[in-house]
């Protein structure tokens, strides 16, 4: 086929597959016009891969469903613009021509692959009849073939039989591959891939990444991947485009867009990601919150949070536009592009204008490293009764089944951790999802109840509490859930919100908010806006007002369950930095669970790795990061995509194959060795033990052999 | 210590949609005469002594019952009745029902099968039907009235309010407040009871619709306001003897009744669409009588 050999050649072809040229889309609200896309335009090749990547709002999934006529909100205003697709401009086309060309010159595969398949139809059937639709001659055996051949493609194991399955017989990975498989049954020429990868976890994120970039290799197709993940984007764009407020701020082959981006935006965005590899003292965020797309101001979106604006007159106002740079293999829509890499801009840029040095966080790094080295042993404060001391925890639900709900079966969510916190100390709790961290975290407050083990906050036995008592205990701990739009009453305001706590201490309406005010101007929010809804804030700021009212009742422990993972890369770094300062400020004791590891290292002093219910690794962080003795840490870190394009062809990552196993039924012995690359029949018998290896604990046969455990 | 912003965000899209303004100002209209109604009346209502079963005329202006007795002053002070026994159902039906339902939503297990069950039973038995006997058991008169027509009402606030508690139940923030050592009660009362106020509302003013209808209903059987306090219903009943002579007799209070109960309805709308964006998503329609 033509397309193929374009893409194998390599030369640029002179038509893009897809040109998306001065697109607009605006949304009538009640608060006025939300212009969501303010004139994007952008194009993508056959065989390369468009990475548009951008936070929340910033109109980058909008963009490509208005391109695609799939925008249907009561609310839409306005689509303009051209979005040219082989010579044609589809915004013109009328509905029966544009649906005969989606699906099979374009495809899209959605973020949430489980809900986008069809619950009640067979998944075979469901690509296939993406292929009978648009080509009517088609046997129902050819197509059958065909579809064996696709999912045979994209690592379904056994096509033939799982042609006859249901969606909810597969695993979130594998819905994500069938999505992947629908979308190149047909041999589009472009592929829209809409965040793919964000509702899956890292193991399985490598292993799309993978599936998509054979997608691309076979099909010829230019792929738009859309993501708000910058290691996914250096991992597999080719281009990319950074949108911010609604437009392109800049436009670039990715290494020169990682090494030398020529927007502040992109720089800031760089500077704000924690690493995997190094610690750095405190993350530079950007200052501020995400424009607000109904007023958006005449100059440059960005640059109320612009480093390298000053407060200059044209930056304010005048809006600058999409200009190429000399050596024409990129543009930037900054008045001052110059400026951008220079090392003399305010913030430290060091990690700026190389941010693939691993010395990038300079001395700093190697002190925080150093008193971790030093203090392997979490026994060593004996003297000092732990904040958190959790003794064999289990928790296990019943999985009901038949007419009388009898329990058939247990889940063992939480199955024999234990672990403790110093005062002052911040344990990291990583693992996937479903390895039972979340319950973990409940467990410590009786959110949820233990079926076994002890669990002791400051002392006191959580378990054997009383009533009073456990009030008490939960005033001593407190926590901070993930999604701050759900943990915040939306029928108080704020300082409602925050005063909760204080209110189920009975104090003084006056005190009450005497104390809201101090606790508003400890994280960083405006007292005016405490009789504001928590609907009238960012994620950030929600997230805020969530940490003030954990704090309320001055707490000795927090516990924060994935508190970051909900909010943009900018604003994350404004948290995790406001939770350190708070920790310095007051000593408390952290309990940090989170699926992202390199989040973790930039937090933690401590790391425990949960695998399936049981912890598999232990310890300091320079122990767990840099010297991992477990299979399954070491192939968790490979997973992370590393936000730096240098060397990816090189770089060796091994993606854990398949999926965690049911925690209903977990594998005998080591619960690992399903997906182990070192495991043997040993493995399949005896448990191994978590015990202490190497200055952290691990619990594998192997962990002593680190020659044999390196993959 | 609230600016109630998000409140006044949800009033302004009640006055937004013309329908709820239209509902609101006619049941604002008429509570102010029902409530002004010994001024705005131009005769005593029980005062009888003119001709009987007049037509419109100057004098009154809509004529005469069988008694000789002014209509217009009758109807006016019939507004009382109706709209007191509305409310007082609705209160009824509220203050019984959202408990009950908030209970067993919230506790669940046992709470819940106890108190669905005893839905049921008031289920089982038709709304006009319990009216009935109840009222044959406690006697007619204003407050057995508005007790019957209310506990009647109660099986749809404690379904209702049921359903959009499990939803809330499940929310962060009710996690949250167990976790900031809120006691069970003021968790319910403080946390989940101000999410699910907004579906509560909407059918708080359908049942009050419902009960001018029945309220009528049970009047125009004898059942309802006793005689001579007037009452909308009762008129329907008197007027039904006397069709032939006086037409226009029973046409008034039927316009009336029916103007009532289409001022409710529009306010329900309202307010469904006014309060919808809010805590919970379990809307009115999707607990019907047959739900389960």
New interface residues.
Partial sequence: MVRDDVAHSGTMPVRPALSVRNLVVEFAT?AGVVRAVDGMSYEVYCGETLSVVGETGSGKSVSVLAALGLLQTANLRRVSGEVVLDGVDLLTLPQVELRRRLGRDVAMIFQDAISALNPVQRVGDQIAEGLRVHDRALTADAARERVVELLEMVGVPHPRARYDQYPHQFSGGMCQRVMIAMAIANRPKVLIADEPTTALDVSVQAQILDVLRLAREETGAGVVLITHDLGVVAETADRVAVTYGGRIVETGDVTSIFTRPRHPYTAALMRSLPRLDSTAERLLPIPGQPPDLSEIPPGCAFAPRCPTSRGREVCVQTRPELRADDAGNGASACHFPDEVAAPGAPPPSTESAEPSSGEAAGPSSGEAAVPDAEVPDAEVPDAEVPVLEVGDAVSRFPVRSGVFARASAWVHAVDGVSLRIPPGGTLGLVGESGCGKTTLA?LV?R?VDASGGRILVEGDDVGRASRSG???I??RA??V???PN????????V??NVA??LR?QRLP?ARR?EEVRELFSRVGLREEHL???P??FSGGQRQRV?IA?ALA?RPRLLILDEPVSALDVSVQAQVLNLLADLQEESGMAYLFVSHDLSVVRQVADQVAVMYLGKIVESGPVARVYDDPRHPYTRSLLASVPVPDPVGRETRRRVPLGGDVPSPVDPPSGCRFRTRCPIAVARCAEEEPVLREVAGGHTACHFADESGRVSV | MSAPRRRLAAVRRFAGSRSAVVGAVGLGALVLVAVLAPIVAPFDPAAQGGEPLLGPSGAHLLGTDQLGRDIVSRMIHGARGSLIVAAGAALVGAGVGVPLGLVAGYLGRWADTIAMRVVDLLLAVPGILLALVIIAVLGPGRVNLILAIGIGAVPEFARLTRVATLEVRERDFVLAAKGMGASTADTMARTVLPNVLGPIMVQFVITASTAVVVEAGLSFLGLGTPPPAPSWGGMLQDARSYLYQSPTYGLFPGICLAATVFFLERIGRGLQLAVGGGGSRAGVRGVGRGAV
Avoid: V
């Fill in positions: 009640p409940r407050l959110l456990l009030r008490r939960r005033r407190q926590m859930f993930q999604d759900g943990s915040l009453n939306p029928r108080l305001t300082g409602d909760e706590p189920l309406r908010r009789d504001r809804f609907a009238e969530a009212r009742s």
